[in-house]
């Protein structure tokens, strides 16, 4: 792909709700929409962003836009940005500073998600180069706030944070062909001190089930397999509609659709972690065995101080409800370390914690001080040093646990939905339903998309190497 043409999206799929299956590239043509320029869409963070920005490129093009891959190339430049820690945030305005000589070549420039959202109106005192200020509570105004930018206006906002309405688009723009994204609750109505997450993205709104039943159906006609249900705490899902689905309730509706092969779902709070949820994964194999269930600490005390609404005993009664299922199933985690007044023993209990649980994986951060939230004013700041030194032993620690599970798993069998081609010859890669990252050998042709039974015979620090069971 040259530099500054129009996107490659031949393998993409834009979803619409009258069922119709368009190339992006061909859009402006057969959507009936004036063309109106190009755009490119950068994205930082986490998944729910990651899917937001396909919401926002399939609005893009049916408006009549063309998505491109380099800024230079674009009229219009977006940054879907990332606040959770204060490293994503400077990342942000350091991309705005290299861009900032563009608006002198007519370029317009947009800042959507969390930083919009927490900074507002002085992003356009420090960066004065910036039109649109949107945060995601804002998206679904953003057709009018588009407007405006393209009728010239130069500090247009969305910023409005309290509200019940969630995103609703009429077309998404997905990066991949065979997996999908679908939202089902946005914001948040937890308090943990330490997370903006509750500021930048307002409070819990779940979407209608038929709703989301419908996008399945839809997805599924298209030939998406597998789909990925996101929220900051997806299982907090609680349907509006009269039919008040249940979230497991929804689990099991979404896993007889025709079609559809893997339903998945994060990020999981451990308070709405309920037994209902299990007893699905156990009922219908279609459910995916991985729950994603952040723990945050091993220490009651700095839980407490986290406002987790759980202690070290209640999370691993949660631990133990998923290793009694019927299912084996994989467990992945969030950990902060040198959160305010974390005591070396406070560090001891998060250790312990993983010799106990043994988690299949880790995300494992340093405590970042973040603005408006209670644990920014907390005294007892951890140094930066010593909060690095934590970091280091509490990866090592997992990165034993996990080489010894990998191990354990030598000769297993394992389905994998191959979606990628190594550059290796005959080497393909993909997940299992566990979730976790298989590459695999075959003699096979072409194996995108397909799933394909795989016999493992070795592991990497994080993944299995396998060989097609043909
Ligand atoms: N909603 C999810 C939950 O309840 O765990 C996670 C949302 S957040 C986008 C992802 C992870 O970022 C959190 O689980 C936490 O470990 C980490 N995180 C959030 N705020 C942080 C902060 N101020 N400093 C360091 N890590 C943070
Ligand atoms: Fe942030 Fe806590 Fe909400 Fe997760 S549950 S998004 S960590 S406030």
Redesign the pocket.
């Given at each position: 792909m040259e530099m500054g043409t129009s996107i490659d999206i031949r393998l993409e799929k834009l979803v619409n709700p009258a069922g119709n299956l368009a190339a992006a590239a061909e859009l402006p043509e057969h959507s009936g929409a004036p063309a109106r320029g190009t755009f490119f869409l950068e994205t930082f963070?986490?998944q729910?962003n990651q899917h937001d920005s396909e919401k926002v490129a399939g609005l893009l093009l049916a408006r009549g836009y063309q998505q491109v891959k380099t800024p230079e190339a674009a009229g219009l430049i977006l940054y879907n940005t990332?606040s959770?820690?204060?490293k994503a945030a400077q990342k942000v305005f350091s991309r705005l500073g290299e861009y900032r000589g563009l608006k002198g070549e007519g370029k317009k420039i947009g800042l959507l998600g969390c930083v919009a959202q927490q900074e507002g109106e002085d992003i356009f005192s420090r960066a004065p180069w910036v039109s649109l200020v949107c945060g995601s509570a804002s998206y679904r105004k953003l057709p009018e706030l588009l407007a405006k930018v393209e009728a010239g206006e130069l500090r247009v906002t969305g910023l409005d944070n309290d509200t019940d309405q969630t995103f609703e688009t009429e077309m998404t723009r997905r990066d991949n062909p065979w997996r999908a994204y679908l939202t089902i609750i946005e914001g948040?109505d937890?308090s943990?001190a330490?997370?903006?997450?509750p500021f930048t993205r307002g409070p819990e709104r779940s979407r209608d089930s038929s709703r989301i039943l419908a996008d399945l159906q839809q997805l599924a006609e298209f030939g998406y397999t597998e789909v990925q249900f996101l929220?900051?705490?997806v299982n907090s899902y609680a349907d509006p509609s009269p039919r008040k689905l249940r979230f497991s309730e929804l689990l099991l509706e979404a896993a007889s659709v025709p079609g559809i092969r893997r339903i998945r779902f994060t990020?999981?709070?451990?308070r709405d972690f309920t037994p209902d949820i299990i007893a699905a994964m156990d009922s219908n194999q279609t459910i995916c065995n991985h729950v994603?269930?952040?723990v945050?600490s091993g220490s009651t005390r700095v839980l407490r101080a986290m406002q987790?609404t759980y202690s070290r005993a209640e999370y691993l009664e949660k631990i133990a409800m998923v290793r009694g299922a019927r299912r084996r199933t994989a467990i992945t985690?969030?950990?902060?370390v040198g959160?305010p007044g974390e005591t070396a023993a406070d560090f001891d209990d998060t250790l312990s914690l993983m010799d106990e649980v043994r988690y299949d994986g880790v995300?494992?951060?340093?405590?970042?001080?973040?603005p408006n939230?209670p644990?920014?004013s907390m005294a007892d700041a951890i140094p930066e040093e010593e909060k690095s030194r934590r970091l280091v032993l509490l990866q090592e620690k997992q990165r034993l646990i996990q080489a010894k599970t990998l191990q354990s798993l030598e000769n297993e069998i394992f389905e994998v939905h191959v979606d990628g081609k190594s550059k290796k010859e005959n080497c393909w890669y993909g997940h299992s339903s566990c979730n976790r990252v298989v590459s695999l050998t075959s003699t096979a042709e072409n194996l995108l998309g397909a799933y394909v039974q795989a016999r493992v015979t070795g592991s990497t620090a994080n993944s299995l190497l396998g060989e097609h069971i043909i």
């Open positions: 963070g986490c729910m990332c959770i820690r204060e948040c937890k943990c330490y997370c903006v997450v929220g900051q705490t990020t999981s709070h451990p994603h269930l952040p945050q987790r985690t969030d950990v902060i959160f995300f494992s951060f340093k405590y970042s001080p973040r939230t644990a920014s």
